[in-house]
C-alpha cells in the first residue's frame, strides 16, 4: 500500500482561509495518480470535495465551487486542497484519496468508490 498522509487542518473564522496537503509515500509520484479531496461532517455521509487528474483537469462539488482549489505538486509529490471564504458547513473531517499508478489518469472521477487509497483523515473546523 502506499500511504497518503494529510496536513495542515486546524481551525479557521468564517471567511478565512485554510490549505490542506496531502503527501504521497512511496516510490512514485503524484502525476501518475487521479486524485480527489472528500469530506464528512458529523451526522452526514462522506461526500468529495474536488478531484484532479494526472493532466491536471479538475472537477469541484457545486457546494465549493469559487471557493477550493486542488492542486498537484509533482516536484514536491504532493496534492494540495487551498480553501477560501470558509464557512461553518465546511467543517468536517477532510480525506486524500488516490486511483493508480497509471501511466496516465485522464478521467477523474468524483465517486468515493473510485479511489482505493485513502488518507487518516484530518479536521477542519470553521466558526462563525
Known amino acids: 500500500q502506499v500511504p497518503l498522509v494529510e496536513s495542515g487542518g486546524g481551525s479557521a473564522q468564517s471567511g478565512g482561509s485554510l490549505r490542506l496537503s496531502c503527501t504521497l509515500f512511496?516510490?512514485?509520484?503524484?502525476?501518475?495518480?487521479?486524485m480527489a479531496w472528500f469530506r464528512q461532517a458529523p451526522g452526514k455521509e462522506r461526500e468529495v470535495v474536488a478531484a484532479?487528474?494526472?493532466?491536471?483537469?479538475?472537477k469541484y462539488a457545486d457546494s465549493v465551487k469559487g471557493r477550493f482549489t486542488i492542486s498537484k505538486d509533482k516536484l514536491a509529490n504532493m496534492l494540495y486542497l487551498q480553501m477560501d471564504s470558509l464557512n461553518s458547513e465546511d467543517t468536517a473531517i477532510y480525506y486524500c484519496?488516490?486511483?493508480?499508478?497509471?501511466?496516465?489518469?485522464?478521467?477523474?472521477?468524483?465517486?468515493?468508490?473510485?479511489?482505493?487509497?485513502w488518507g487518516q483523515g484530518i479536521q477542519v473546523t470553521v466558526s462563525s
Open positions: 484532479i487528474s494526472s493532466g491536471d483537469t479538475t
Open positions: 484519496a488516490a486511483e493508480g499508478p497509471y501511466e496516465n489518469c485522464y478521467e477523474t472521477s468524483l465517486l468515493e468508490s473510485a479511489y482505493p487509497l
Open positions: 512511496g516510490n512514485t509520484n503524484v502525476r501518475n495518480y487521479c
